[in-house]
């Protein structure tokens, strides 16, 4: 097969190569927003917007203390760790702006994940939620960190709104447990020094590194991937020429992943900003309810998620009542976009999800479902434009079409390398094709299926047998709500299939469940242990954890 015939199922319109060095660096793209769209709103978050002249603004205060009231420099690590809340874009886009490396932190981590990270990438400053602050004076004596900004979760709003939001949290809810950072210095008050500071913009171009982009360490150690300001400006082209459709300063899109998720990150918050969408932040998506008074409240045209947050969505009566007139695009990634999830949302909404495909490593898109009628259920769509992907053995040596292997793939997305680990580096790599860890199938026209994470593989008397197969069948029973599969020792059979499930009808019984599962697989992909459970290990995204089941 030629590398390029699955061209012949772009959506019209959509260009086979983009210039990756269209933008010097990401700090173009954020002033071409603001001159652009200035007065439009760009975040809403707690029923507050700001424009996008705000975020300008109000981000060059943020670039401007950094710059003079800390001794931070330019290629230093700044780590940010808050949900998704207004003050995340200006932080983010105030520490790009000074010329620092973004680690992006995820703020349930506890103190031990969080003294790996700070370590690991060398940070020098944290932007804190005072939500998980009394973690970071945990840890803070063992890391490199000096310059400490916490932030309270109704800071962004402001006004007397904003004051009434912090009093709530912490004496009423009590989320905030206490904290000694005597270093720390208030957000609200690095913004108002920053005020009176000029700013200046650093040379900063498309080969400098933006972001230390931190894998989920399921794996050994969780490793920084580090990705150029051009591996991100390369992605937002890429995703902003596949969503045909798509209106500039038209559209409507809901952030329910967290900002520091890459997917998020790239196309939820910078590509939407580049396109001047006005941007809908959920700071807590597991509160259902809110969720979706959001979601009616907001008349959203693009929302894009993970198998489980559309699932939980779908089994919400109010979300099943919302208008769906001006919804355009829907997008899956993060895990496997299960076939009874897909055609029940198309069912309720009367549009598809299309299922994407990439990594941290990747900035993170390599491939997606055409947005045009040309998707396909069950597989990852098509490489972007500037993207090839192939499937290789363990040899670095290509498969015939048809056959699993692990998916490779090129493009000026792909990472530079794991932050000061050359040799994974040098391990993930086949001469400059990188090794995703995913064994996937190809078909003579270029769609590809995950069939599974190497590592998650089940090998049942010497036949590989695939966790996302058994859940997808699994899934397919009316009274299934979730399930996961693992591997589990077995003497016979070197390993047994084992699935958690949580019944979406309580009627359902293990019977009844073999019966389904007897129908419909294989006898040596068949679950020989069933257990029901109330809920499952999920990480902050709504991915289901495997590992801590199997552990």
């Not at 029973?477 to 299939?497: F, I, Q, R």
Request: with cysteine; hydrophobic share 40%; glycine share 8%.
């Amino acid at each position: 097969m030629s590398d390029y015939s699955w061209h012949q199922h772009y959506p019209e319109g959509v260009a086979h190569e983009i210039n990756p060095d269209e933008y010097n660096s990401i700090l173009d793209i954020l002033d071409e927003g603001a001159a652009k769209f200035g007065p439009s709103e760009a975040f809403v978050n707690l029923g507050k917007g700001i424009t996008f002249q705000e975020v300008d603004k109000l981000s060059t205060q943020f670039a401007a203390y950094l710059q003079n009231e800390t001794d931070l420099e330019k290629g230093d690590r700044i780590a940010i760790q808050m949900p998704n809340l207004l003050q995340y874009p200006v932080v983010l886009f105030g520490a790009l702006k000074a010329g620092l490396i973004v680690v992006n932190t995820n703020p349930l981590y506890t103190p031990r994940e969080m003294e790996h990270q700070f370590k690991d990438s060398g940070a020098k400053a944290v932007v804190v939620l005072a939500n998980f602050a009394s973690n970071l004076e945990e840890i803070i004596g063992n890391t490199g960190i000096k310059t400490v900004i916490v932030t309270k979760i109704g800071d962004g709003v402001g006004g007397l709104k904003g004051s009434i939001v912090n009093f709530v949290v912490k004496n009423v809810k009590k989320m905030v447990p206490a904290y000694n950072l005597p270093q720390a210095i208030p957000y609200k008050e690095a913004l108002s020094k920053g005020g009176n500071h000029q700013y200046n913009r650093p040379e900063v171009s498309n080969n400098d590194v933006a972001f230390l982009q931190y894998t989920g360490g399921t794996t050994g150690v969780s490793k920084g991937a580090t990705l150029t300001h051009r591996n991100i400006c390369a992605n937002i082209l890429q995703a902003k020429q596949w969503f045909v459709g798509m209106e500039t300063n038209n559209e409507v899109v809901i952030t329910a992943l967290p900002l520091y998720h890459i997917f998020a990150l790239t196309v939820n918050c910078l590509l939407m900003y580049n396109v001047g969408s006005r941007n809908i932040l959920v700071t807590n998506p597991r509160d259902m309810k809110a969720f979706i008074k959001d979601l009616a409240k907001y008349p959203f045209s693009i929302i894009s998620g993970v198998n489980t947050l559309f699932n939980g969505l779908l089994n919400q009566p109010a979300f099943r009542a919302l208008d769906f007139s001006v919804l355009k695009i829907s997008i899956a990634g993060g895990m496997a976009l299960q076939k009874s999830v897909a055609e029940e949302w198309e069912k309720v909404t009367g549009g598809p999800i299309a299922e994407g495909y990439g990594l941290s490593e990747t900035s993170p898109i390599l491939t997606c479902n055409p947005l045009d009628g040309k998707h396909r259920i069950g597989t990852i769509g098509i490489p972007v434009s500037s993207t090839e992907i192939k499937i290789f053995n363990e040899e670095g040596n290509e498969v015939p079409l048809g056959e699993p292997g692990e998916i490779c793939a090129r493009g000026p997305q792909v990472m530079q390398g794991y932050w000061e680990r050359p040799e994974e580096t040098a391990n993930c790599f086949f001469g400059e094709w990188f090794r995703t860890g995913d064994i996937g199938v190809m078909n003579d026209d270029g769609y590809t299926k995950i069939v599974d994470r190497k590592k998650d593989m089940i090998l049942v008397s010497g036949f590989n047998v695939y966790p996302n197969e058994i859940e997808d069948v699994i899934a397919g029973h009316p009274k299934v709500l979730e399930v996961a599969a693992v591997g589990v020792p077995d003497e016979k059979s070197t390993e047994a299939v084992k699935v958690f499930v949580v019944k979406k009808d309580e009627s359902l019984t293990e019977h009844e469940l073999e019966a389904f599962c007897h129908e419909n697989m294989t006898g040596y992909k068949r679950p020989k242990h069933i257990e029901f459970r109330d809920d499952l290990p999920k990480s902050n995204v709504g991915k289901i954890l495997r590992r801590m089941l199997k552990e």
